[in-house]
């Protein structure tokens, strides 16, 4: 039971240009969403989180989107550079400080 | 910048035996956390503690699993009979929720365990 979907397992974009990973969760109990950044042989890096009574989130290159009647969240990297290369997942929680939901991934490759 | 540390990096044992994972969690933070990455599946809850006792746990936590904070500082993992199918990624994390209730939480480089 997927709780938590990133249907793109892999992302090819050119460096310069905007990246958007996508993620879909199901359970209405959510009410925090994180992104975080992993590299092989590293534990998971936080980026950026939203709460749910917000529908935007921006830090720097990183901004976040959720469209809570979609039940979806979108993560925009702008401008992509090549260090951002690396597995991104999506991660959902109930509020507090619940263990987080996370999705499969998605390989962001950033070509030169 | 503080950080999450793991002990082993890699940690290689025979099936049944027990095994321990230590973690550090950053030092002001009161909420940890146990998770596992089987290769080419995704990071997945194990566990949760909150002031001295486990406060959420995941139905993969059975009684083959236990966790405690032995002192100010660690907080372990241990997995009495190890099973082949522990083999697995295990990441520690640490978070202090924020006043408007973040659960921003911070991950360790994890430790490698091989059950053979």
């Known amino acids: 039971d997927q709780q938590v979907k990133q249907n793109s397992p892999s992302l090819s974009v050119q460096e310069g240009r905007i990246s958007i990973l996508n993620c879909d969760y199901t359970?209405?109990?959510?009410?925090?969403f994180l992104w975080y950044k992993k590299y092989p042989a590293e534990g998971p890096t936080f980026l950026i989180s939203?709460?749910?009574?917000?529908d935007k989130n921006e830090d720097g290159r990183f901004t976040v989107f959720l469209n809570k009647s979609a039940k979806h969240l979108s993560l925009h990297i702008v401008p992509s550079q090549p260090g951002d290369s690396a597995v991104y997942f999506c991660?959902?929680?109930?509020?507090?400080?619940?263990?987080?939901?996370f999705g499969k991934g998605t390989h962001l490759i950033i070509q030169p | 910048e503080p950080e999450v540390t793991q002990t082993p990096s890699h940690q290689v044992t025979q099936m049944g035996q027990e095994v321990i994972l230590r973690c550090v969690p950053i030092?002001?933070?009161?909420?940890f956390y146990w998770y596992r990455q089987i290769l080419g599946q995704k990071v997945e809850f194990l566990v949760s503690?909150?002031?001295?006792?486990?406060?959420?746990k995941s139905e993969i936590f059975d009684d083959q699993f236990s966790v405690e904070r032995p002192d100010g500082s660690n907080f372990t993992l241990k997995i009495r009979s190890t099973k082949l199918e522990d083999s697995a990624m295990y990441f520690c994390a640490s978070t202090q929720p924020g006043p408007s209730g973040g659960n921003e939480q911070f991950f360790g480089p994890g430790t490698r365990l091989t059950v053979l």
């Open positions: 359970n209405s109990m959510f009410d925090y």
């Open positions: 503690f909150y002031n001295n006792e486990i406060s959420e």
């Open positions: 939203i709460s749910s009574i917000k």
């Open positions: 030092s002001n933070h009161l909420y």
């Open positions: 991660a959902a929680a109930g509020g507090g400080a619940d263990g987080l939901t």
